[in-house]
C-alpha cells in the first residue's frame, strides 16, 4: 500500500498566536564563492513547501529576463537580468540599463504582492554601489515589504544602511591550512 502525502499550498496561513517577522539577512565576502551556500538554503526551503524566489541583478547571457524564470520544483523560481552579458561596470547601454530597472520593478512588485516567503536579492547591493539602482529605493523596499517576507542580500559591496537595517550579516573568509 502506497501512502499519499498532502502537497503543501503556497503561502498557506498558520494558526500561530503571534505575528512571525521576516528577516533582512546578507552574507558577504571580499571573494565571490559563498552563492552556494545561500543557493542550499533557498533550496532547502524551497523543498519544505515555501514559495522563494532568487533574483540574479548583474547575471545575463541567457536571454531569460522576467517573463521567463527558471522553476527549481514546485516552489523556487529563478531570475536573471534580461541581459546579452554579465554586468562588472557602472557603464551600461540604455537596453540594458532597462532591463535592470525592469528586473528590480518586477521584484518589488511580486514581493509587495506577496508571492514569495523568502527572496534571495543576489548582487543588488553591488548594483546599488555602481550608482544604477538607488540605495534609498532598496531601503524603501525593505521597509514596504510584507512583514512576514525574509529578504537575503548577497554581494561584495553591501551599503552601510542595509547593514544597519540588518537582523543577520555573515561574513564568509578565506582560511589558509598550511
Known sequence: MVAQ???????SSLSLPYPIEGLVQVFTSSHRNFFTSVMGQALRIAGQGTPVLIVQFLKGGI???????????????????DLPRCIDTPHLDEAENQALQNLWLHTQQVVYEDKYSLVVLDELSLAVHF??????????????????V?????GTEIPQS???????????????RP
Do not use: M, Y
Open 162 to 176: 542595509i547593514l544597519d537595517v540588518a537582523d543577520q550579516i555573515t561574513e564568509i573568509r578565506r582560511s589558509h
Open 5 to 11: 502525502l498532502e502537497t503543501p499550498t503556497a503561502n
Open 131 to 148: 550608482g544604477l539602482i538607488s540605495e534609498s529605493d532598496v531601503l524603501a523596499f525593505l521597509a514596504k515589504r510584507p512583514p512576514h
Open 63 to 81: 536571454n531569460q529576463g522576467q517573463d521567463k524564470p527558471i522553476q527549481l520544483g514546485q516552489n523556487l523560481d529563478w531570475l536573471r537580468c
Open 150 to 154: 525574509d529578504i537575503i542580500f548577497t
